[in-house]
């Protein structure tokens, strides 16, 4: 039921619907910028700022500078600060005695909040012009099938754990690579500024989800199993290595797998970026062919380096939202591509990882952004 949700509040509409939205916050984030124009910023506070505004506005149609987006937004930071805590370890996420002692505490407040805005919406339903947000979609698909408020509620939480800070950091992470890659940053805008077909900044996104892995996962088994010749029993926990599939010399063309080159999205790895999620939330990536130097043609990969890339996870709760992510990456870079040139603070680029929940810029960056005329 939780996957027929997901893909029906997640399907076209939602994404194209979004698009407004996150130009408008995207350009919010720019003007904030120019304010600041020539010195010094710690873009992570106002990335997450933003990605928040954009949760409340297209998912709840909510303002962000209402008294209760500012308090759901406190109790998200909460969340994931927790979450993100290099204490924190990958039982503590499936319910094993842990350090996250305060979650109890946020996640009832959060409940609460929750359900009285979908009160209120279920009040104001007849006044309201269709399907306009992410609440509406769940709404019409809650009528359709039935189930119960708690999965809106839990989907809503999951969104704010899942949907936020995981974009926020992506693109904290292309700005260090960009700052870092004077030419790459170049290069991506002057296609941004060109006509042509845009497929330099959808590779340098891609390539920063590959060198940065962005998220850990862990699974637990539900019941015996064989894997690859392991038996695995109930109960064990699973903690799929995705930051190491992206990093494996052997399995990945386009040059050493420890430099971000954007290119290989280009060529060794097309096959990749011509896989994108488009539309589908269903993973793309996987069994994808790769297109080796001097080949005739590309060859479908198989085991391992069929699963090199999950940048989104895989399977049945592959990420529902990666469509919608990208397109959000894409716009928010685009944006800052075109009002500015930027540079990092003090010369020297730290691209050092805190590895938590997350993979982290382990020291915020300042970034300097210089306003193009
Ligand atoms: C660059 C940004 C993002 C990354 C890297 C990312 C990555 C992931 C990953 C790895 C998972 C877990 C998949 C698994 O368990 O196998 C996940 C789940 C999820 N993501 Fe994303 N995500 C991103 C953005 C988003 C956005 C923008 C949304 C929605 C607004 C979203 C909504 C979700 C939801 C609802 C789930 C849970 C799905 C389930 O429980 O079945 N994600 N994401």
Redesign the pocket.
């Known amino acids: 039921m ?2 027929v949700l ?1 893909q029906e509040a ?1 399907a076209a509409p939602a994404v194209a619907r979004s698009k407004g939205v996150v130009e408008e916050e995207a350009a919010k984030l720019c003007a904030r910028l120019v304010d600041s124009a020539g010195s010094p910023v710690e873009v992570r506070p106002m990335l997450r700022k933003a990605f928040t505004s954009l ?1 409340f506005r ?2 709840l149609s909510l303002d962000p500078d209402s008294g209760v987006a500012q308090r759901l937004a406190t109790l998200f930071e909460g969340a994931w600060s927790t979450l993100t805590d290099p204490v924190v370890t990958a039982s503590d996420f499936v319910g094993l005695p842990g350090v996250t002692g305060t979650l109890p505490k946020i996640k009832r407040e959060r409940t609460r909040l929750f359900r009285e805005l979908i009160t209120a919406r279920r009040r104001s339903e007849s006044n309201r012009a269709g399907e306009t947000d992410f609440l509406d979609a769940m709404l019409k698909s809650q009528k359709k099938h039935g189930f119960g408020e708690d999965l809106i509620v839990e ?1 809503l939480v ?2 704010t754990t ?2 936020i800070s ?2 926020a950091t ?1 693109l904290e992470w292309l700005l260090l690579l960009f700052a870092k890659h004077q030419s790459a940053q170049t290069q991506a805008r002057s296609e941004i500024l060109g006509q042509g077909e845009q497929r330099y900044l959808e590779a340098c996104i891609l390539e920063t ?1 590959r060198l940065k892995t ?2 850990f ?1 862990p699974r637990m088994c539900l019941e015996d199993l064989e894997v690859s010749g392991w038996g695995l029993k109930e109960g064990t926990l699973l903690l799929p290595d995705s930051y190491k599939l992206a990093h494996d010399q052997a399995h990945w063309g386009g040059g050493p797998v420890d430099e971000f080159r954007p290119e290989r999205f280009l060529n060794a790895e097309r096959p990749l970026l011509d896989a994108l999620p488009g539309l589908r939330p269903k993973c793309p990536f996987t069994g994808a062919s790769r297109a080796d130097a001097g080949a005739a043609e590309a060859t479908p990969e198989k085991g391992a380096t069929a699963f090199k890339f ?13 469509p ?2 990208l397109s ?2 894409h716009i928010f870079a685009a944006a800052l591509l075109r009002a500015f040139d930027w540079q990092v603070d003090g010369g020297q680029v730290d691209l050092s990882e805190a590895y938590s929940f997350t993979l982290t810029p382990l020291n915020p960056s300042r970034l300097i952004f210089r306003p193009r005329r």
């Open positions: 939780r996957s997901l997640f949760f297209w998912a989907t999951s969104l899942a949907g995981t974009v992506s989800l962005p998220l996962v999950l940048p989104f996870g895989v399977g049945a709760r592959f990420c529902p939202g990666a919608l992510a959000e990456l």
